[in-house]
């Protein structure tokens, strides 16, 4: 099916270890985004990406590393995971380019949620 | 710095009542603003859109104004239904490339 999805949907993990979140559109869109949400919080965004091998920090980066190879995939690495990243992670993506799709809304996909003890 | 307000946490109404959200923010001067919905356990969905030109957007049973000079939008569902309880976030561009700042969402619960 058409669409974003995101793995595993969850996943307890230590302190220490590091830890990949998966995330796949067959859109082709060219945007696409992780974000945290915590209670108190909201929605964070932690990294962006406007295409492939493009990637640039969000709000909260610390901690996390990004790549993506090729359009539809975009993981989230955590290298070192810290109990602060506990957390439910969202995968984002838009077909915001220029001119009449700058306001394209963001698709999102169910989301990871992440406890590390 | 940025910042965007919902107006409660949480809000319960009474099914067939108009449900009215806000969302407030400061420090901006956004040329749109967006509306989700989220469910629990499931990602943010898209609602409806409405551009700084526009004072008011409907979508079925969904109204949406902008009043830029109070820097507020107003979210109102007719006719609710307890199908319509979720969570509804506002959202505003920020940066430079396609980002969005979300607020922090009403819970809303709609009663039968």
């Known amino acids: ?117 | 710095s940025q910042k965007i307000e919902q107006n409660s946490e949480a809000l319960n109404i009474q099914e067939g009542k108009t449900a009215t959200l806000t969302c407030n923010y400061t420090n901006y001067s956004p040329a749109y603003l967006q509306w989700y919905r989220q469910d629990p356990g499931r990602g943010p969905v898209f609602l409806l859109l409405i551009r700084e030109n526009e004072k008011e957007k409907r979508k079925e049973r969904l109204k949406v104004t902008f009043d830029t000079t109070l820097k507020q939008s107003l979210f109102h569902i007719t006719a609710s239904q307890p199908a319509d309880s979720a969570t509804y976030l506002c959202a505003l561009p920020s940066g430079s490339a396609r980002q969005l700042t979300f607020g922090s969402g009403t819970q809303l619960t709609v009663l039968p």
């Open chain 1, 1 to 117: 099916d058409a669409g974003i999805t995101q793995s595993p949907r969850y996943k307890i993990t230590e302190t220490g270890r590091q830890v990949t979140l998966m995330c796949h559109q067959t859109w082709s869109h060219s945007y696409m985004f992780w974000y945290r949400q915590d209670l108190g919080h909201g929605l964070r965004l932690i990294y962006y990406s406007a295409a492939a091998d493009i990637t640039d920090k969000g709000e909260v980066p610390d901690g996390y590393v990004v790549s993506r190879s090729k359009t539809e995939n975009f993981p989230l690495t955590l290298e070192s995971a810290t109990r602060s990243q506990t957390s439910v992670y969202f995968c984002a993506s838009s077909d915001a380019r220029q001119g009449a799709n700058l306001r394209q809304p963001q698709h999102f996909g169910d989301g990871t949620r992440l406890s590390i003890l």
